[in-house]
């Protein structure tokens, strides 16, 4: 049975390399009638039909997958946020921060549109990244046509499958054209009324960069938490989680449980109140879920 993964999902073909050969595929009619749907980043076994198609027959064991970009087997995602047009936003950036935790996923934070910026605006982009660097986030800053965005990127990029990620309108295919310009991705006009991008990217595509595959996804606005359950949102905020040890109740969910080390680390200044309040409203978020049957 031949194998190989798949680098393109497009009107409902998957377009499977194998080697230094593209097969485009359909999914087995069987898949629709179990409710499996093949995604790309996908290892799978296929059966050659003619010159150039073929038909997926199994689809691999996954490292892991995401619903929305719909991707799987991901090493690392780079969360594409923008530092004006549309502003910095740590409530949404905090949003894919945790799911992408709770799928496992090492998220890496690249600023772009930094050169919009007056001083003013970079002094609260230089506290923001200093802050998430301490909690161990890696944070590069870039901005359109940015001649050393490659050189920044490359070492992240190398032997990883990459999703990039981020809210529409920041910047993602921008970016990617700059890394690549021989992508000419299409590039979309910032909505001034909605202060949010259009959508742009019409398909996910692994592409080979600096050693590794990137995928250039849609954009979109959030994350949903619909497979995080309440006890497990503290592992998603890593400071959190490594004080939760010291709190006197095992599962406390740093509400109004007493003597709780991630409270007095708030009171005490070493959390970030923001990150602590953005905990609080994902909490009340996930409680007040309507139960799965």
Do not use: W
Request: proline residues 4%; aromatic residues 8%.
């Amino acid at each position: 049975m031949a194998k190989g993964q798949i680098r393109k999902a497009l009107s409902g073909f998957y377009y499977v390399q194998d080697g230094e050969h593209f097969i485009q595929c359909r999914g087995r009619g069987v898949f629709r009638n179990k409710g499996i749907t093949p995604l790309v980043g996908d290892y799978v076994e296929y059966e050659v039909e003619g010159n150039n198609d073929g038909t997926i027959t199994n689809i691999l064991e996954r490292q892991n997958e995401l619903v929305r970009p719909p991707v799987a087997n991901i090493d690392q995602a780079i969360l594409v946020f923008s530092t004006k047009e549309p502003a910095f936003n740590t409530i949404l950036l905090d949003r894919f921060l945790v799911v992408l935790e709770s799928f496992q996923v090492h998220p890496i934070i690249c600023l772009t549109k930094t050169d919009l910026l007056n001083d003013e605006e970079k002094q609260k982009i230089v506290k923001y990244r200093a802050e998430y660097e301490a909690i161990g986030y890696k944070v590069i800053e870039t901005y359109k046509e940015d001649p050393n965005i490659l050189e920044k990127m490359a070492p992240l990029l190398k032997g990883k499958t990459t999703v990039l990620a981020g809210q529409s309108g920041v910047g993602k295919s921008s970016l990617l054209n700059t890394i690549m310009p021989s992508l000419a991705l299409k590039t979309g006009i910032i909505s001034e009324a909605l202060g949010r991008g259009k959508h742009t990217t019409r398909h996910v595509e692994l592409i080979e960069l600096a050693g590794g595959l990137i995928a250039d996804t849609p954009g979109f606005s959030s994350f949903d938490f619909d497979t995080i359950e309440k006890e497990e949102l503290t592992q998603c905020f890593p400071e959190l989680f490594s004080l939760s040890e010291g709190c006197k109740f095992r599962g406390c969910l740093h509400l109004k449980e007493p003597k709780c080390a991630v409270k007095q680390a708030v009171e005490d200044r070493t959390v970030e109140q923001y990150r602590y309040d953005h905990y609080l409203q994902f909490l009340q978020e996930i409680t007040d879920r309507k139960p799965r049957y």
